[in-house]
């Protein structure tokens, strides 16, 4: 496991509060994803529990909780449900098993349903011993405020060029390792990701120029353009996952258009440029669209539906 990049005042607290042994019972890490915030968390816990990294997971003491598959159909489940958290509740009724501190890791905490938040909830108001709550979020108003209440906020921002740099291999071209950083937008684990899956950096890529390229075309090109998006109907909740994160890069797309940026990104060999058509108040319009359509796509309104409303509005 690699390194922390960034956040050195967050790290700086914590080594703080670790020498006086002034942890608080929970905290809640907030901030885009691939920020950073399961990476301090596991630091933070590495060094609490005197473990190695690799091995945090298999740690007697650690428990990661996140959204999970259904084990009969294989499927992604819609939300953290309680049962998950009911293991949480249980689990910390005994001491931890090495006589220190028993960590709790919540992975997308804003995905847990109702009723697996009443259940941590329970665990928050009735601390037991050495326990250490980690709930990690990309958006904290989707907490219950009574979660959010019992928590002490941490909130993580993008990590400055000249740090992300540390994570760029020193193999790689001065072209792309400048296309990588402007793309990766302060998100280290990003970039830790586009250099272990190659192909995945191509995707991403790969919708950016899909995007610049359905301006200008007819609503029929448009439609066929996207099609694939709707491909995966085995595993809806996991689609919809993606296509959020899919409007998630036309979103930064029509951001560089309004401040007029791409410098030198290229897709097999075309260089991509902003289109024409995509002017500021066509931007803007797109943008808030896009962002509903977001929202509306964990409510299950149809995501055909919601794309082509997109598209009839791109010109």
């Not at 950016?208 to 448009?222: E, L, P």
Request: charge should be positive; glycine fraction near 6%.
């Amino acid at each position: 496991m690699t390194e922390v990049i960034g956040h050195k005042k967050i790290l700086t607290y914590f080594s703080a509060v670790k020498k006086h042994d002034k942890f608080s019972h929970a905290y809640c890490f907030v901030g885009p994803n691939h920020v950073g915030k399961r990476r301090v968390a596991e630091e933070i816990s590495t060094q609490l529990l005197g473990c190695n990294r690799d091995d945090l997971y298999h740690h007697p003491d650690v428990l990661y909780i996140a959204q999970e598959k259904n084990s009969k159909t294989g499927k992604t489940k819609k939300d953290i449900d309680i049962a998950q958290l009911l293991h949480v509740h249980d689990r910390l009724l005994r001491k931890s098993f090495l006589g220190g501190y028993t960590v709790v890791i919540i992975d997308g905490a804003e995905k847990m349903n109702i009723s697996a938040s009443n259940a941590l909830l329970k665990s928050l108001e009735e601390p037991r011993g050495k326990t250490l709550f980690f709930l990690l979020t990309t958006d904290e108003k989707k907490l219950l405020p009574t979660i959010w209440s019992r928590c002490q906020g941490i909130f993580f921002h993008p990590v400055a060029q000249s740090e992300l740099e540390a994570c760029i291999k020193k193999d790689v071209p001065e072209n792309e390792k400048k296309e990588m950083l402007f793309l990766s937008r302060g998100l280290p684990g990003r970039i830790m990701c586009w250099q272990e899956n190659p192909e995945e950096y191509e995707a991403y890529k790969k919708e950016m120029y899909r995007f610049v390229n359905i301006f200008g075309k007819s609503f029929h090109d448009k439609r066929e353009g996207v099609e694939e998006l709707f491909g995966d109907k085995k595993d809806t909740i996991l689609a919809r996952k993606n296509l959020v994160a899919v409007l998630d890069i036309w979103k930064l797309v029509i951001h560089d258009a309004l401040h007029r940026k791409m410098p030198g990104i290229s897709y097999e060999g075309v260089r991509l440029t902003l289109p024409s058509q995509l002017t500021p108040e066509i931007g803007i319009t797109l943008y808030s669209y896009i962002q509903e359509s977001q929202q509306l796509l964990q409510k299950n309104i149809h995501p055909r539906l919601l794309i082509e409303k997109i598209l009839i509005h791109i010109p």
